[in-house]
Structures are given as structure tokens and as C-alpha cells.
T-cell receptor, first 112, second 115 residues
Framework: QKEVEQDPGPLSVPEGAIVSLNCTYS??????FMWYRQYSRKGPELLMY????GNKEDGRFTAQVDKSSKYISLFIRDSQPSDSATYLC????????????FGTGTLLAVQP | DGGITQSPKYLFRKEGQNVTLSCEQN?????MYWYRQDPGQGLRLIYY???????QKGDIAEGYSVSREKKESFPLTVTSAQKNPTAFYLC??????????????FGAGSRLTVL
């Protein structure tokens, strides 16, 4: 079983739609959860991060962590064409490796 | 402006040649990372370094080498032993952000194509 699993999409939605992106993970000890956004041919940029369980909101974006289900989500409200990108979930493994484990990424296209 | 600079942005290589990708950061971060990105496979860790003069293999280190002689620099050499080197390479550095979260900052990437 992969440590982090993410539906690769692609996902196509009309402008203004609510988008839900999801990942599951296997290790219940993980505490730090992040979402990165990557535009085509660019490096990923940090969008949201969450410590432990709960929700975090930033403008049109909401990150949600459910540790009991080992499930993380990113919601985008009022989606815009400029939101079209690949969204990568990531979990920081604070064990011996101190490394960030990425999902495969979901390609999102918001149609005007 | 603080950030990570990767060069070159695009690189073409003939089979059997070694190439070195540059990564420089002025963020004063201790840890640096190299990832490889292929379509449908996400980011896979090649090598990482937590401190100067020390580095560890990641998940796909075979055919790659690194050095960390300076805090600011973490070059990656793709050797002729790497069987499938065509990919997008990303360098990152790590800072301990708010609430103890460990955040990676990425460069713009280097796209290597083997002809």
C-alpha cells in the first residue's frame, strides 16, 4: 500500500463550481498535512498546511484533515480558470527520514 | 528576493553523458532536497541533505550523485548509469514554519531530455 494515495484525475469543472480534492494515507502517526499547487512547467507552491485534525480556511480554499479516517481534503469554492493546475497533497514524515511524501497529484481544469 | 534558483531550465543530453543540475538557495535553510517528477507518478525523492557535508539517499538514488559543500548549494549529477533520466527535476529546501510545520520551498525546476 502506498503511503499517500491521490486520485490523478483529470478533473474538469465549470467556473464557479465547488471542487473537492482528496487523499488517503496509511500511517496514523502523521501529523503535518499540506497541499501544493503546481502550474504547468513550474515548481510546486505551498497552498495550505494543517497540523493534526481539523479545518483550515484561507479565502476560497479550505483544507480538512480527518485523522480517524486517514483522509485529507482540499475544497475550492467559486473556482476560477486561474485555479487550473495540478494539486498535490503532501505529508511530512517526522520520523527518521524527515521527508515530505507526495501524492501523485490531481490535474484540475476550470472551464470559463 | 529570497528563493531557490535552478539552472539550467532546459537541458538536452546525449546518452552516456553525465550532466549536473544546479540548485542555489538564499533562504538560509539547512535542509535541501532533490525530487524527480514524471507524468502520473508524482514527486519521487532522489537525495536529501539535512546539513552541510551530509546527505542521504532517497527512494530512487540509483544513477544520481550529489554534494553539499556549502549551505546554499546542492548540485545534482545525473550519471550515465541512470537508465531513464528524461524527467522534470525539482530542488527544494526546508524551513520550520509556524506551529512547527515543516514546509518545503521549491525551485522552478529543470527539464532534462536525453536524446
Amino acid at each position: 500500500q502506498k503511503e499517500v494515495e491521490q486520485d490523478p484525475g483529470p478533473l474538469s469543472v465549470p467556473e464557479g463550481a465547488i471542487v473537492s480534492l482528496n487523499c488517503t494515507y496509511s500511517n496514523s502517526a502523521f501529523q503535518y498535512f499540506m497541499w501544493y499547487r503546481q502550474y504547468s512547467r513550474k515548481g510546486p507552491e505551498l497552498l495550505m498546511y494543517t497540523y493534526s485534525s481539523g479545518n483550515k480556511e484561507d479565502g476560497r480554499f479550505t483544507a480538512q484533515v480527518d485523522k480517524s479516517s486517514k483522509y485529507i481534503s482540499l475544497f475550492i469554492r467559486d473556482s476560477q480558470p486561474s485555479d487550473s493546475a495540478t494539486y498535490l497533497c503532501a505529508i511530512f514524515d517526522e520520523g527518521a527520514t524527515n521527508k515530505l511524501i507526495f501524492g501523485t497529484g490531481t490535474l484540475l481544469a476550470v472551464q470559463p | 528576493d529570497g528563493g531557490i534558483t535552478q539552472s539550467p531550465k532546459y537541458l538536452f543530453r546525449k546518452e552516456g553523458q553525465n550532466v549536473t543540475l544546479s540548485c542555489e538557495q538564499n533562504l538560509n535553510h539547512d535542509a535541501m532536497y532533490w525530487y524527480r517528477q514524471d507524468p502520473g507518478q508524482g514527486l519521487r525523492l532522489i537525495y536529501y541533505s539535512q546539513i552541510v557535508n551530509d546527505f542521504q539517499k532517497g527512494d530512487i538514488a540509483e544513477g544520481y550523485s550529489v554534494s553539499r559543500e556549502k549551505k546554499e548549494s546542492f548540485p545534482l549529477t545525473v550519471t550515465s548509469a541512470q537508465k531513464n533520466p528524461t524527467a522534470f527535476y525539482l530542488c527544494a529546501s526546508r524551513d520550520r514554519g509556524l506551529y512547527g510545520a515543516n514546509v518545503l520551498t521549491f525551485g522552478a525546476g529543470s527539464r532534462l531530455t536525453v536524446l
